[in-house]
């Protein structure tokens, strides 16, 4: 199955909006592929206000976050691949959901290979789990 991230993060982003708090992101900028400004980030992380009013072409997709957003008052595309987003949470109140680091997807996982040749059933993978988000 897909990765349920990309669903939440814009269904938590939608929500924190539509309650009128300000979202935040909280990315891993040291993930490959991420582009946010260089200066930002402290310990690897950096923290993006994403709200409506502070960010203008935001996307979100089942790959990646994009938008442009000022940083100390120059203009920035930035580029985050779902992968490396670790919360999205409303400033006011802290009220989200932290991600769970997800390794990323071997090409052999992206494919369906059919069964496997030594005649033993598939394995199952790791059993589902939910956790409480307060």
């Given at each position: 199955?897909?990765?349920?991230r990309?669903?939440?993060?814009?269904?938590?982003?939608?929500?924190?909006?539509?309650?009128?708090?300000?979202?935040?992101?909280?990315?891993?900028a040291?993930?490959?592929?991420?582009?946010?400004?260089?200066g930002?980030?402290?310990d690897?992380?950096?923290?993006?206000?994403?709200?409506?009013?502070?960010?203008?072409?935001?996307?979100?997709?089942?790959q990646?976050?994009?938008?442009?957003g000022?940083?100390?008052?120059?203009?920035?595309?930035?580029?985050?691949?779902?992968?490396?987003?670790?919360?999205?949470y409303?400033?006011?109140?802290?009220?989200?959901?932290?991600?769970?680091?997800?390794?990323?997807?071997?090409?052999?996982?992206?494919?369906?290979?059919?069964?496997?040749?030594?005649?033993?059933?598939?394995?199952?993978?790791?059993?589902?789990?939910?956790?409480?988000?307060?």
């Amino acid at each position: 199955m897909n990765s349920s991230r990309p669903y939440l993060l814009r269904a938590l982003y939608e929500w924190i909006v539509d309650n009128d708090c300000t979202p935040h992101l909280l990315v891993n900028a040291e993930a490959p592929d991420v582009q946010v400004p260089s200066g930002y980030a402290s310990d690897g992380q950096i923290v993006l206000n994403v709200s409506p009013n502070a960010v203008r072409h935001l996307q979100m997709n089942n790959q990646a976050v994009s938008f442009e957003g000022r940083f100390g008052g120059v203009a920035f595309s930035l580029y985050i691949p779902i992968e490396a987003v670790m919360a999205i949470y409303a400033r006011e109140n802290g009220q989200g959901m932290v991600f769970e680091i997800e390794p990323p997807a071997k090409s052999s996982e992206l494919e369906d290979n059919g069964p496997p040749t030594d005649g033993e059933p598939p394995k199952p993978g790791r059993r589902p789990s939910l956790k409480v988000v307060k």
